[in-house]
């Protein structure tokens, strides 16, 4: 399983290890170079001092040097090259050194398999006034010294790195995941903290005052999350309320329709009432489970919608016919949406109007739709719910009519068809208006 602690970790040691190992190569190169460079200069100085010893005089090149002398002071070999080819060697040791004849720094391995580092120089031997008349010659002398504690220098220097370096890196594998693991603290609080909700306690929200500026946006998220979650949760639980009530009238009206049949089964009259009465009640127990079988496919998308252009005057009239209600919609209106959905819409919104208020009026005009009439038993509170499920305000709760899902259908209808369903109140008047947003309205 991923785990952000662990790759976090594995990256801060593998980099942290990487920067060390970098920094250490660097030094140790750096070093080096500073010894060699130092070492060189060394032997540039003594080659420089045997080049003052060799002179030329009347032609001829003199080299001053007395080993019986410079034995205490010169520890290193050399050799001398005169301008005629002829050599002068010098080994303090018992092993003798064949060097080559290179002008600058080079190394070189004797014969015992020993590392040794020679620096040749070429130069002119100070001459006198007589030597001047003649030719100018020049002489070559390398001088070679052991690398044998310039070596171990190197070599104490690499093992000190090597081991601070391992140390460092065991260090850095302790001390870093505990580091990472403190750091991810707040964020290890808020999984067990949002492991622990459930259904019943959506109404919890993450604080986020003590929480890292990063994970703020987090747990704002988060809390919105649980908001919604928790509206949910509570309208399902209010609906399944809300189905059961509704349901109960019309199951106990069955019963009892049912029971008083039985009771005196040779009364054809009463039989035939109680008959009646019953699919009256099952009609509509069957209008509310096709509004809700609706209104789950408007929710998930799965409603079928066929656009077609649907003259509205005729439209219109057929909803209206035998209705108390004003009507006013232009000859030539057209829309393009599914007539079966605008039907819905239409007569559970001129329903409801002629049903709950009075003076109720349709007009079609500039593209919208309006349903409106007079009330005096809703304020603006009561706006928002009107188009939730089985909200009905008393008196009108008892109603046998109305299942107080009409205005829940339009709304999901509306937003099927792409259509803008929106309801005001001003000056005792509930006006539905309802607007093109996908379909479009054309006038011909």
């Keep these: 399983m ?5 790759q976090l970790t594995f990256r801060l040691v593998a980099l942290s290890c990487l920067l060390w190992s970098a920094g250490s190569l660097a030094v140790y190169f750096a070093v080096r170079a500073g010894l060699v460079a130092e070492f060189d200069r060394t032997l540039t100085a003594k080659a420089q001092s045997l080049a003052a010893l060799t002179s030329q005089k009347d032609g001829e090149v003199e080299f001053d040097f007395n080993p019986t002398v410079q034995h205490s002071v010169l520890r290193d070999a050399f050799r001398l090259w005169f301008p005629d080819g002829t050599t002068y060697d010098y080994t303090p040791g018992t092993e003798k050194i064949d060097l080559p004849k290179r002008v600058g720094t080079f190394d070189f391995r004797v014969p015992s398999g020993a590392t040794g580092r020679a620096v040749g120089i070429r ?3 100070v001459e006198d006034e007589e030597s001047k008349k003649h030719a100018r010659v020049e002489a070559t002398v390398v001088v070679a010294g052991s690398r044998r504690e310039l070596d171990r220098r190197l070599r104490l220097l690499a093992t000190t790195l090597l081991l601070v370096g391992a140390g460092l890196a065991a260090l850095t594998g302790i ?11 707040p964020l290890a609080g808020l999984a067990q903290r949002a492991a622990t909700i459930d259904a019943a306690s959506l109404q ?5 005052d003590a929480l890292p500026a990063e994970l703020q946006p ?11 979650l928790e509206t949910s949760f509570t309208r399902e639980r209010q609906f399944s309320a809300d189905v059961a009530h509704e349901l109960r009238t019309p199951i106990a009206e069955l019963r009892a329709l049912a029971e008083v049949a039985l ?13 009646e009465d019953a699919l009256a009640v099952a009609l509509q127990m069957e209008s509310i489970a096709t509004a809700l079988l609706n209104l789950a496919r408007c929710e998930s998308g799965q409603l079928p919608v066929r656009r077609e252009p649907v003259a509205l005057a005729p439209l219109v009239k057929d909803v209206c016919r035998n209705l108390p209600i004003n009507v006013s919609v232009p000859s030539d209106a057209t829309w393009d949406a599914d007539p079966a959905l605008l039907r819905v819409i239409l007569a559970n919104l001129v329903s409801n109007a002629v049903d709950y ?22 304020t603006a509170d009561d706006l928002p719910h009107l188009f939730e499920r089985f909200w009905r305000k008393d008196p009108a709760r008892s109603s046998s009519t109305h299942t107080g899902l009409g205005l829940a259908l339009c709304k999901a ?32």
């Design 175 to 185: 001390v870093v995941p505990r580091i990472v693991r403190q750091g991810l603290q």
């Design 204 to 208: 919890l929200r993450f604080s986020t």
């Design 218 to 228: 987090i747990a704002g998220k988060l809390n919105e999350l649980l908001a919604r």
């Design 357 to 378: 208020g009075q003076s109720a009026r349709l007009c079609v005009e500039a593209g919208q739709i309006s349903v409106s009439n007079t009330t005096d038993n809703l």
């Design 123 to 125: 130069f002119t031997p």
């Design 413 to 444: 209808y509306a937003d099927a068809l792409g259509l803008d369903l929106r309801v005001e109140l001003a000056h005792g008047i509930l006006r539905f208006e309802l607007g093109p947003a996908a379909a479009s309205l054309r006038a011909r």
């Design 263 to 275: 009771k005196w089964p040779d009364d054809a009259p009463a039989t035939k009432r109680a008959l």
């Design 2 to 6: 991923n785990s952000i602690q662990r």
